[in-house]
């Protein structure tokens, strides 16, 4: 709600009166104070978080080689790409 007010208070910025100023004053120590609690969450989670190596490579062996299917997808691309670009060089020559 305070921030849709504050969008308003935007938007009539020109027409300075006291019915908005209450949002302007309350919008910063609400913004720290979300962004506080997110990064005292961010902290407890990286702190009790739990790494398994031999299960992650278990999970990555299950896949085949799919991870790697960006890294194959990128370098047949360029290779389409240089493709086209003898056969533009090609064309242009004729």
């Not at 009539?12 to 969450?41: G, K, N, Q, Y």
């Not at 299950?62 to 056969?87: D, I, N, P, R």
Request: net charge positive; aromatic share 6%; charged share 20%.
């Amino acid at each position: 709600m305070e921030l849709k007010n504050y969008q308003t208070s935007v938007t009539l910025w020109h027409e300075r009166d006291i019915s908005h100023s209450s949002v302007e004053r309350m919008i910063a120590p609400d913004a720290t104070i979300t962004l506080d609690f997110a990064l005292h969450r961010l902290t407890n989670v990286i702190e009790n978080l739990l790494i398994y190596p031999n299960t992650m490579r278990l999970n990555l062996e299950k896949l085949g080689g799919l991870v790697h299917s960006q890294q194959v997808l990128l370098a047949l691309t360029q290779k389409e790409f240089l493709m086209s670009q003898l056969l533009l060089k090609k064309l242009m020559k004729s």
